[in-house]
């Protein structure tokens, strides 16, 4: 357990800086739980396969995808069972319906407790430099570890888990064949969810089809107009391809680094809402400093920012445009107000167009994306 002085220590730098809000789950996390020999899946390999328009699958070598791991860990995603009194499930801040992500502004724990951000899509996290909006996780296997033992979201232990798993005979039965036999550890379970979450890739948009197979009559002239707007890299323009990047071979639709877009930014108050990044780094130059989310099938996951507070593409469309919400840590990416290279007279069908681009990268669904049995 971690003394509570440290995290108040961690706390005093964006106190007097004025910022005190640092989100619980934005902390770091400890177990018990003593170390152990690295596991191996001993199941049947399958390949890594990705559609048009996403780069090769990165896939760490000592978890080689498999049928046994996947099914494994698609169950266990959409299961209950990992939260302290079985009410929440990977699945219900990740739902289908919304292609794994969460309608709600922000997303809920055990109890009902709200958070303070909204849950962005799994799929295609595979190619994310780092997960979480403020970057607190490097790996899948990280990503699918720390909402459990959060307070605010699943309440539970990883012991805890490993424990109630080693009690249910047929969680027993299908690690046994994922892993071999043997005790259930927290680091199958990890690995497990993270192979699963390794299929789910959404590419073939009308955009890949354009873009990358050749196909001219995929996107229509409207979303031809804003792929142009949004590669207008300068701040004059939308400058959309800065941040969300497109490559000559493929398109994830995100880059490495964090940026404050003003929408953290309280202007009554002059401070931050939520610190960002800042939570991880300690760096002021992070203040109020995002993970860029892909805009892959955009369309699909309202509502948008890290805190939910647009319901819209035409109200993000519009907030660019003013160039952000204006602070000291403002991203130097953003564009200039009012986006000057394009004619007042021609801004609105500008930003029709950046939309219906954006709506243009709606993909091919990933056939994992529902429950087993629930497609």
Known sequence: MIPRRFFLLGAIPAMLLGQDFIPLRARSWTT????????????????ASHPLGLP????PDDTPLTEETIALGRKLFFDPVLSRDRTVSCASCHTPSTLLSDPRRVSTGVGGKPGARQSMTIVDAVYGFSLFWDGRALTLEEQASRPVADPDEMAHSLLGVERKLGADPEYVRLFAEAWGPGPIRWEMVAKSIASYERTLLSGNSPFDRYFYGGDKTAMNESAIRGLELFRMATLLGPNCVS???ILPEHATF??????????AWDPDDQSFRDVGHYAVTGDPKDLGAFKVPTLRNIALTAPYMHDGSMKTLEEVVDFYFEGGRPNPHLSGVMPHHGVPAIPPEQVPQAKADLVEFMKALTGDLPAGVHAAGGE
């Open 254 to 263: 995100t880059e490495v680094r964090f940026h404050n877009t003003g929408v």
């Open 56 to 59: 090769p699958v990165p896939v």
């Open 243 to 245: 941040c969300h990047r």
């Open 32 to 47: 018990t739980m003593p170390d152990a020999a690295p596991v191996f899946p001993i199941g049947k390999r399958v390949p």
